[in-house]
């Protein structure tokens, strides 16, 4: 059965570092994508970053372009999101979950379907 197992939240301070990873079980990172989805106390879920299990094409929404990276190991089955000059408004939990694809323009959780548990990630002082 596809599992995905999170990791690497925590507390970090405003314009810190922090690295997610996402390990994956039940099948490989060949033909599946992975994305990045967050979503804050009272808000919706947002999509944040995907890769391509085909090729390594990659999305990033707007909000984290130039801050935030995606990459994949796939000798580990696992994918990482490493995320620099982090802001409060980073503050979400965070999960990943599987695709068929990445988007072109945006990142919709209609598109995802196994789910990763969630970490916390807080960008307070």
């Known amino acids: 059965q596809v599992q995905l197992v999170e990791s690497g939240g925590g507390l970090v301070q405003p314009g810190g570092s922090l690295r997610l990873s996402c390990a994956a079980s039940?099948?490989?990172?060949?033909?599946?994508?992975i994305g990045w989805f967050r979503q804050a106390p009272g808000k919706e879920r947002e999509g944040v970053s995907c890769?391509?299990?085909?090729?390594?094409?990659?999305y990033y929404a707007d909000s984290v372009k130039g801050r935030f990276t995606i990459s994949r190991d796939n000798a580990k089955n696992t994918v990482y999101l490493k995320m620099n000059s982090l802001k409060p408004e980073d503050t979400a939990v965070y999960y990943c979950?599987?695709?068929?694809?990445?988007?072109?323009?945006?990142?919709?959780?209609?598109?995802?379907?196994?789910w990763s548990q969630g970490t916390q990630v807080t960008v307070s002082s």
């Open positions: 979950a599987t695709l068929f694809s990445c988007p072109r323009s945006s990142l919709s959780v209609a598109f995802s379907h196994s």
């Open positions: 039940g099948f490989t990172l060949d033909y599946y994508a």
């Open positions: 890769i391509s299990g085909s090729d390594g094409s990659r």
